[in-house]
């Protein structure tokens, strides 16, 4: 599964740096590897606010967007070490 690839898809964009190599101690093989090299991670989707801010269904519109990035915040909270 490659979340990047799938959010990309998907129409969202994913920008941000990425490291050349693996970070230390991770393999280049690693099955998540793209998101390992990035140094920062976000995952924006544009529209124009003409489109949909006077959309009844504005909420569904953007609840649905959280939801289809959903494997990457989950993804973060799994492997992404956080402090308390």
């Given amino acids: 599964m490659d979340i990047i690839?799938?959010?990309e898809a998907d129409g969202f964009?994913?920008?941000g740096?990425?490291?050349?190599?693996?970070p230390r101690g991770y393999p280049r093989d690693h099955p998540h590897?793209?998101?390992l090299r990035r140094t920062g991670l976000?995952?924006?989707l544009r529209r124009p606010a003409?489109?949909?801010l006077d959309?009844?269904?504005v909420t569904e519109l953007?609840?649905?967007?959280?939801e289809r990035a959903a494997p990457l915040s989950g993804w973060l909270r799994r492997y992404s070490p956080l402090e308390d």
């Fill in 5 to 7: 690839a799938d959010l």
């Fill in 13 to 15: 964009t994913v920008p």
């Fill in 17 to 22: 740096e990425t490291l050349k190599t693996a």
């Fill in 33 to 35: 590897i793209a998101l």
């Fill in 42 to 44: 976000a995952a924006t």
């Fill in 50 to 52: 003409s489109l949909w």
């Fill in 55 to 57: 959309d009844p269904g």
């Fill in 62 to 66: 953007i609840t649905g967007a959280w």
